[in-house]
């Protein structure tokens, strides 16, 4: 089983909102991701959290908030959002990279959350 | 910097029609190219994971291969439902082993 889950698909906000998208993986993976996705572009990486320790933050805007509060679940907290975040947010995760190793390299994303901010 | 370049950006094909799509990348050493596809407003799907120059996969009507400065999907007789953008992207050896870096993708069309 290959399958990482989003919540909720679809989400509206207004720009004085606070929301969280939810994402849960059960396949023991302990390396997860969030990804910000615009119309036609490949996804770019916002978050990387390994061993549930937040390893890369790619200069996120403060406005998104990430956490990891075990090693199923991965959380993105937004608040004051503007109408160009809107996008699809994907979540990924893998195994943890090994030195020399080859298995774990693979990130397997969820559905995505499609955001609109108004 | 580590670069992938995907061509063609769109591709349309009769169903039947058998064609390959191009991923050419550079990266401070290799430690994996892999291949997703992607319909519209979804996740990518993983398709392969390529390691070494030489190496190839096959999933139904997928092959991809690999060699040290590209890599290739080759699609045999394509049904419609093949049709979605296909992402490359590839993990380079040297710095952070979580970053992946995407091509912009190459968006096929198949006509029955």
């Known amino acids: 089983d290959t399958e990482v889950t989003q919540t909720p698909k679809h989400l509206v906000m207004g720009m004085t909102n606070k929301k969280s998208l939810k994402c849960e993986q059960h396949m023991g993976h302990r390396a997860m991701y969030w990804y910000k996705q615009k119309a036609k572009k490949p996804p770019e990486l916002m978050f990387v959290?390994?061993?549930?320790?937040?390893?890369i933050n790619e200069s996120v805007p403060s406005r998104f908030s990430p956490e990891c509060p075990n090693s199923s679940l991965l959380n993105l907290h937004l608040h004051a959002l503007q109408p160009e975040d809107s996008a699809l947010y994907l979540c990924a995760s893998s195994q943890v990279y090994t030195p020399g190793g080859r298995v774990g390299d693979t990130q397997y994303f969820g559905p995505g959350t499609r955001l609109t901010v108004l | 910097e580590d670069q992938v370049t995907q061509s063609p950006e769109a591709l349309r094909l009769q169903e039947g029609e058998s064609s390959s799509l191009n991923c050419s990348y550079t990266?401070?050493?290799?430690?994996?190219l892999f291949w997703y596809r992607q319909d519209p407003g979804k996740g990518p799907e993983f398709l392969f994971t390529l390691y070494s120059a030489g190496e190839e996969k096959e999933k139904e009507r997928l092959k991809a291969t690999l060699t040290k400065k590209e890599s290739f999907l080759h699609i045999t007789a394509p049904k419609p439902e093949d049709s979605a953008t296909y992402l490359c992207?590839?993990?380079?050896?040297?710095?952070?082993?979580?970053?992946?870096?995407f091509g912009s993708g190459t968006q096929l069309t198949v006509l029955p």
């Open positions: 990266v401070s050493g290799l430690r994996g």
């Open positions: 992207a590839v993990q380079a050896l040297s710095g952070s082993a979580r970053q992946l870096t």
């Open positions: 959290y390994s061993y549930e320790k937040l390893s």
